[in-house]
């Protein structure tokens, strides 16, 4: 009998047809086995160091510590032996094992130097014919599956050394007898099983391994199953981070972002509520305008006492437009203290518009003399396109004045434009706040859907600070009776006015109708009132224009006066 790569082939050579057919059969096995040879042999070279035997001996305390010895048997020591020992350990792509390595000592070596490089924990020393290598570990035990009532050991007893071993062995002691044991051994990565592993037999109590010759840096790692009360679970379990790990979706994080989002809109609706929506009236709608009848068919426009077109639009939309500005500046004109006259167009030119001081200041309110005087510097005259140069200045006062008359008028508590600057600072600071909390839940955490949650919430709160300015009582009432002006102003007949008088009566309702909606038809009606074909330049005390105007061009000529106003503010 003969035996080829654990093969067993019987002959008997009675004939010579026989023999050369199992000459035949050797001839074809021998490049199989030379390759299992190959494969099958340990990555070392022939003048590498070999230690000719490696025994592991581990003591597993109730508590989960290891105690490890290592006694390396060398028949010719090399200059230098290092082990290096891995601090992790792999669970899956996102989490790994970290593991407390302490009281490392060796006996039978000279210069031993532990140091650290990354994830091991490096030994280099110089061996003599047999080395003990000793150290404690710490999180070699984890608990079982849910509904696994085991602790699960598992460590590498061969582990990155520097040498190839012709043989390994070993044994893991512990005051429990396992119940599952298993041991794998090769170069990391890929594992196949070990020689040898028993457990549970009468002489045998422990765990025991046995592995073939292993290469330099070859492992081998033994897992041992014990009842979880006989041996506590001290793995600690870390994650790798990564955008998967960081907004992780389960139950947990879900229900904490929805938490969060249901509990912040609660509080942003309450504080909208509590500080930021208008006081309520009660009573009638009364409105701050209306037209009175006069005759049969015929009626005026009159207005509530110091209500005025700036200070209606800054009640309103709680806030000083351009807008605002060219109205008051409309209504000066309506009352007698300004004249707008319209300028002839040079070739290819602009329109342009000049301002003349006409009246004193008798009966303005602050905001309306800073105006006054912006537009009309000591009295003089100024021009449209250089109110960029004499308005733009004085603005920021004007619209202070506008904001201190809404106020003494009662119709807000506070400042509309420092009720938003408060809330727009805190809107900010929640913003960097939720950033900084996104950046840190997404670092350390599972919870960055929290996060993102946080600063949505944040982004609310700076998004409702514009409307955080609140009304007081008198305000909504007043903002009320501009609701019904506004629908007066677009459905009153436009054509009741007192016969004679239609220029002068429309004049004072139209810096209403600018701020308020309705203007194109009051200044149709004012082109309807012309009876005759003769040029209007002056038919307007306040408003004149080149000789051969009509009022059909007023019109187009107050449209262009009103954009190019706002166009210059706006463009400060």
């Known amino acids: 009998m003969t035996v080829w790569c654990g093969t067993v082939i019987r002959y008997s050579p009675n004939s010579s047809e026989e023999i050369h057919k199992v000459r035949r059969i050797r001839l074809l096995l021998l490049p199989a086995l030379l390759v299992a040879l190959v494969v099958g042999a340990p990555a070392a070279r022939a003048d590498d160091p070999i230690a000719t035997s490696y025994r592991f ?5 109730a508590d989960g510590m290891l105690q490890v010895t290592e006694k390396i048997v060398f028949d010719a020591p090399p200059g230098e032996l290092t082990q290096r020992l891995a601090t992790t350990a792999p669970i899956d792509s996102r989490s790994f094992y970290r593991y407390e390595i302490s009281d490392i000592a060796a006996t039978g070596a ?3 130097e532990v140091s650290t490089d990354g994830d091991y924990q490096v030994l280099k020393m110089k061996p003599s014919t047999e080395v003990t290598i000793t150290y404690n570990v710490r999180g070699t035990t984890a608990a079982g599956a849910a509904g696994d009532e085991h602790s699960v050991f598992s460590w590498r007893p061969l ?6 071993v012709k043989s390994v062995t070993g044994e893991l002691k512990a005051g429990s007898l396992p119940e599952y044991v298993d041991c794998t051994a090769g170069a990391p ?3 196949n099983k070990c020689s040898m592993v028993a457990v549970g037999t009468f002489d045998a109590p422990n765990p025991r391994f046995e592995s073939a010759a292993r290469g330099v840096g070859e492992q081998v790692t033994l897992t041992v199953g014990y009842p979880k009360a006989a041996v506590e679970a001290t793995a600690v379990v870390h994650e790798s981070w990564s955008l998967d790990r960081a907004f992780t979706v389960n139950l947990a994080t879900i229900g904490a972002a929805l938490g969060a989002l249901a ?3 609660l509080g942003l609706w309450w504080l909208y509520r509590r500080t930021g929506m208008d006081q309520v009236h009660s009573g009638e709608v009364t409105p701050v305008g209306t037209f009175r009848p006069t005759g049969d068919g015929q009626s005026v426009f009159e207005v509530a006492d110091g209500i005025r077109p700036g200070l209606v639009g800054t009640l309103a939309d709680e806030r000083v437009d351009p807008v605002d500005i060219t109205a008051t500046l409309l209504d000066l004109a309506v009352r007698g203290h300004l004249r707008i ?8 030119g602009l ?5 003349t001081r006409i009246g004193d200041e008798a009966g303005l309110a602050d905001y309306e003399k800073r105006l006054l005087e912006a537009v009309t510097p000591g009295g003089g005259e100024t021009l449209a396109s250089e109110l960029p140069t004499t308005l733009s200045p004085a603005l920021p006062g004007i619209q202070d004045a506008l904001y201190d008359e809404v106020v003494a008028k009662g119709w807000f508590d506070v400042r509309p434009d420092s009720t938003r600057n408060s809330w727009r600072t805190w809107g900010i600071v929640a913003v960097v706040a939720s950033v900084v ?4 839940l997404a670092a350390f955490t599972k919870f960055g859907v929290l996060g993102i949650v946080l600063v949505g919430l944040a982004a609310a709160l700076l998004s409702i600070g514009s409307r955080m300015p609140r009304r007081s009582v008198a305000g909504s009432h007043t903002l009320s009776g501009l609701g019904a002006l506004s629908a007066l102003l677009a459905t009153h007949p436009t054509d009741q006015m007192p016969k004679g008088r239609e220029l002068v009566e429309i004049s004072k309702l139209l810096p209403y109708a600018v701020v308020l909606g309705g203007k194109q038809r009051w200044l149709g009606a004012m082109v309807d009132a012309d009876d005759d074909d003769r040029p209007d330049p002056t038919d307007l005390a306040w408003y004149h224009a080149p000789e051969t105007w009509h009022l059909r061009d007023l019109p187009t000529s107050l449209t262009q006066f009103v954009n190019t106003v706002q166009g210059e503010l706006f463009s400060r």
């Open 437 to 440: 909390a996104l950046v840190a």
């Open 110 to 112: 000279e210069g031993l």
């Open 351 to 355: 329109p342009d518009w000049r301002f």
């Open 189 to 191: 990565g890929a594992p």
């Open 263 to 265: 509990l912040g809109a």
């Open 159 to 164: 582990q990155g050394l520097s040498v190839a």
């Open 57 to 61: 001996e581990g003591r597993l305390g």
């Open 341 to 348: 006259t319209e300028l002839n167009v040079v070739a290819h």
